[in-house]
Each structure stands twice: as C-alpha cells, then as structure tokens.
C-alpha cells in the first residue's frame, strides 16, 4: 500500500509523510524508524553539537538507512554554526535540507550542485514568492495551530494560495496528527504532510515520559502561543514549568517592543541564548513541551511503523466516506 503524489515521486518514498524536525526531541533513532517506515525522517541540524558530533550523526544515520532522510538549518545570521552545517549535509549527499528563517538563496544555489532539494518553511506568500523565485524544490506551509514556531494564516487559506501561486510541492504543516487531517490536506492540494506532535507521542522518541503523557493528556484549548521560551513566537502546553517562564510581558518590554528594531533586539538576543547557546542552559524540554493544536487527537504512545501505516489506513478509510 503506498500513496503517490509529487512529493513520493521527488524522494521516491511509499508515504507523503514526513517527519517533522523537533528541536531536542527528534534523534537518529526517530529519523530512521520514520524513514524505514515509508515516510521521511528529519532533524533539526542544531539538535548535535559540536559540529563534529553532527557530522557523525549524518554518517550514523546514512549507516542505518539507505532511505531519504533530511536535515532542517537555520540560515539566519544569529546561527552561527549555519556554514558548516550546510557543508557537512551537501558533502554527505544529504537528500533534503529544509531551511528557517533567513535567506536560503546560497544554500538553494549549492545544494542543487550536488542534487539535493531544498524545501522552505513559509509562513506567509509574500515569504513564499521570494523563495520559490530563488529556486526552492518545495515549501513547507507552517499554519496556524503547528507546534513550535508556528503561523498565523489557517491552513484552510494558507495552504491553497500557496498551490495557486507557485508551481511547487507544498506540505502542509499544522495540527495534522492523523488520515483524516491528511486528507484534508491534500483536499486543499497538499503533496505531502509534515507530522511533528503525533510522532512525539512515539515509543521512538527519547525524551521524558512526562512529555509523552503531556502530550497524550493534552486538549488544544491547553496550547498557548508565547515567545517567552525562545524569542519567536511558538505554541507549548500550558505547565506549572511553562508558566514560571512567564506568559505576559512586563511593562517596561510592552513599551519598549512597540519600537520594531528593539523588539527585534530582543526577540534574536532571546533565540541566541535559548537555541544558539550552551545546551546546558536552555529551558530543558523535559520540562516546557512544544506541541500544536492537534494535540487532542492523539491519546495513545504507538511505534512510529504504527502511527504511519494506522495514518494511512485512516486516510483511505476517510477517502472512501466522502459524500
């Protein structure tokens, strides 16, 4: 049983299903379980530091897969291990680099020297034009509701615009746990689906059990939207932990980030400490859990061979019933 769209034929997989990359949560066990699975595994490049460490982790993975398997960087200023990120992944032949934030014009330039895709996360089609006119193999349509850093255009809109406007594969990102959500998708003219919450919940994913229950207990009305965690803006379950970051703003920062550069200023000094600094000092995810709004669809902790192939049967079950 396997799905055909652009984006299996592209990578040459049975399920347009990918994987979605989670900082401090995704690991080569969950890359590789998703790939082997049928979809596509990825990770965030900044999940293994030093950089020795994720160029061995690209070889660990090439050595327990001969799937495809892909590599999110971030290509703004502020990450500063971004060069040798991306020369670490374009000399091990990494199929897929999926870039945030920042310009991905150079990376788009040499990935396609030595044929790998770039897929863009996108929030918004003016951001979705630039990228596409530079080059871009893909575009991830990041919609209000995903986990993490999210958008804030429905999918219900984002979605079939961005289908309009380019000629592209486009994953849809946002909220989409199950075969229903995946159906929905490529009704609104998705290629592939980008799945990070469900996969959370997987017996495959190293992390604390506590996250696990989280997210198996969570409603969506528990999500908050806050970018006290890491400067950008992003959706967590709301906790005792999260809480203590502190949700609102002070009345000094109110007045300050009203001024667009200072608000800048404070946002790229809060992603620098929280992303970019000492793994020993960030917020520790064992204990503010990154999640979207989907979240209350999903209730049990399943293999990710499972949570793909019952995905799947979803999706054709859910086909089949249409009016």
Do not use: W
């Not at 061995?56 to 502020?78: C, D, H, M, Y």
């Not at 959370?200 to 999500?223: F, G, L, P």
């Not at 908050?224 to 379950?237: A, E, L, W």
């Not at 520790?284 to 799947?312: F, P, R």
């Amino acid at each position: 049983m396997s799905i055909k769209t652009e984006f299996t034929q592209q990578f040459d997989v049975r399920y347009p299903i990918i994987c979605a990359p989670m900082f401090l949560v995704s690991s080569v066990k969950m890359v590789v379980s998703a790939s082997e699975a049928g979809g596509v595994g990825t990770f965030p490049a900044l999940n293994y530091r030093p950089i020795e460490r994720y160029r061995q982790t690209i070889k660990e993975i090439k050595s327990l897969t001969a799937k495809p398997f892909g590599i999110n960087i971030i290509v703004q200023k502020s990450n500063k291990y971004q060069y040798k990120q991306i020369e670490h992944a374009l000399e091990e032949k990494v199929p897929l680099i999926i870039t945030s934030l920042g310009n991905p014009k150079e990376v788009i330039r040499l990935s396609h020297e030595v044929g790998t895709r770039v897929y863009c996360d996108v929030v918004g089609f003016e951001q979705a034009k630039k990228v596409a006119d530079l080059g871009a193999d893909g575009l991830i349509a990041v919609g209000f509701g995903a986990g993490g850093h999210a958008g804030d255009i429905s999918p219900l809109a984002l979605i079939p615009n961005l289908v309009r406007m380019v000629k592209l594969p486009i994953i849809a990102a946002g909220s989409i746990v199950d075969g229903a959500g995946m159906a929905a998708a490529f009704a609104l003219g998705a290629s592939a689906v980008y799945m990070g919450t469900r996969f959370i919940a997987s017996k495959e994913a190293e992390i604390a059990e506590e996250y696990k229950k989280a997210i198996t207990r969570a409603v969506s009305e528990d999500i908050v939207n806050t970018d006290r965690v890491d400067g950008f803006p992003g959706n967590f379950i709301r906790t005792k932990e999260l809480e203590a970051v502190g949700l609102e703003k002070g009345l000094i920062e109110e007045i300050l980030t009203k001024n667009k550069k200072i608000k800048r200023f404070i946002s790229l000094s809060r992603a620098a400490r929280s992303l970019f600094g000492d793994m020993d000092s960030k917020v520790s995810y064992k204990t503010v859990y990154s999640a979207g709004h989907g979240v209350g669809l999903i209730d049990t902790v399943l293999s990710i061979q499972e949570i793909m192939e019952k995905t799947v049967r979803e999706y054709k079950e859910t086909k089949a019933k249409l009016p």
